[in-house]
């Protein structure tokens, strides 16, 4: 009698593995597509907790924070945090950082804040103590205790690291870019009116640069569910460092004893959105050019889109914002979600926003009351079916 073999055949187990590997290969992209929803639900819950600590901020001190601002001054001496930095002598220096360390006491960060805050510490290393110095992309200088990484300043999708303290992937709506087109001009005091934006300058240098007046939330007249407060870019700097500053830049010198805005001036675009004096049709007019608020305005710049690069980057991740080169340009929401970005609304509630938006829609979201902006068409009112 004939023994049966025990076994797979050579065809059977070829079978076996081309289904394992279809399965396989149906699978995966179910599981990396579940994986990014939960970061992007992620992202979304870290942006929503930022409106309401903004939310907060404004019930405890009557306005929302400025872009810039200054939390205090460390007079030359030890460092009650680390007596070895500078040799026990720290540097006399002014305290100025973004919108993101006003809101650290409602972001379960009041250390931090109380390192910006309490003129007995410093912001300033050297390195040479217990605690490191920041370098590079997060500017040189800065003591590590006053730039902690947070996970709620971070996307979990973004695959973008610009420095190793302080990362962040979220920026404040900083209103528009001052310019000037032919007979009209925007200027910068222009552009901190409360109607162009949430967020303005409120570092005052003593030179009579412009400080916006503060924003209330009763001044969202457009409706605080379709203004928006914080969304992402990925080529924005980190949550402490105001503009491009260094540490050193912080500290008296000269005719200028505090730091001069013009240091600090790029601080609205590296932790900012901003709106640019533009229209996908700006040839609607040509008959009638009294129509635009200041002008006939510029077609929209593919840069200042959502997830919009300069010609010269094949895509968002490489794109950079360095010192006077895009910074105005990169301060708009861009992500490594799919086809759009994650927003807080100054409500307290999030959208998803499609980066196909039309550009006026975007400008309606960044404006509190459209009508009283710098917009170029003041007239167009947003609605749920914009989205």
Not at 132 to 137: A, I, N, P, S
Not at 195 to 220: E, M, W
Not at 329 to 357: C, K, L
Request: charged letters at 20%.
């Amino acid at each position: 009698m004939k023994r049966s073999k025990i076994g797979f055949t050579l065809v059977e187990l070829l079978v076996v593995i081309t289904i394992i590997g279809i399965l396989m290969g149906l699978l995966l992209p179910a599981v990396n597509a579940a994986r990014e929803t939960a970061r992007r639900n992620q992202c979304n819950a870290n942006i929503k907790n930022l409106a309401l600590a903004a939310i907060q901020y404004e019930n405890a001190k009557g306005h929302l924070p400025g872009w810039v601002q200054e939390f205090g001054k460390f007079e030359e001496g030890a460092d009650p945090s680390d007596p070895t930095n500078y040799a026990g002598t720290v540097p006399t220096h002014y305290k100025i950082g973004t919108w993101a360390v006003a809101l650290l006491p409602w972001l379960d960060g009041q250390p931090t804040y109380e390192h910006w805050t309490e003129d007995r510490y410093p912001i300033m290393s050297d390195g040479s103590g217990e605690y490191e110095k920041t370098t590079g992309d997060s500017g040189e200088g800065f003591h590590s205790l006053a730039a902690p990484n947070m996970a709620i300043m971070q996307c979990p999708s973004n695959p973008v690291a610009r420095g190793n303290d302080g990362l962040n992937s979220y920026v404040s709506n900083n209103g528009t870019v001052d310019f000037s087109n032919g007979a009209n001009a925007v200027t910068f005091a222009n552009c901190q009116e409360r109607a162009n934006g949430a967020f303005k300058n409120a570092y005052d240098d003593g030179s009579g640069v412009h400080c916006g007046a503060p924003v209330r939330l009763d001044d969202f007249k457009d409706g605080p569910g379709f203004t928006i407060l914080f969304s992402e870019n990925v080529q924005c700097l980190p949550w402490h460092r105001a503009g491009f500053i260094d540490a050193a830049d912080l500290e008296p010198g000269g005719y200028t004893p505090k730091p001069a805005y013009s240091s600090l001036r790029y601080s609205q675009f590296t932790q900012g959105m901003v709106w640019h004096y533009e229209d996908p049709t700006p040839d609607m007019f040509d008959s009638d050019l009294t129509q635009w608020s200041n002008g006939k305005p510029s077609p929209v710049a593919p840069i200042h889109r959502i997830n919009g690069v300069n010609a010269g980057s094949p895509d968002v991740f490489t794109a950079m914002m360095t010192d006077d080169d895009y910074a105005s340009d990169y301060a708009r929401p861009s992500s490594a979600h799919v086809d759009g970005v994650n927003a807080s609304m100054a409500d307290g509630g999030t959208r998803f926003i499609a980066e196909s938006i039309d550009y006026r829609v975007y400008q309606a979201l960044l404006t509190l009351r459209g009508k009283s902006s710098d917009v170029p068409w003041p007239e167009f009112v947003v609605s749920d079916d914009d989205f």
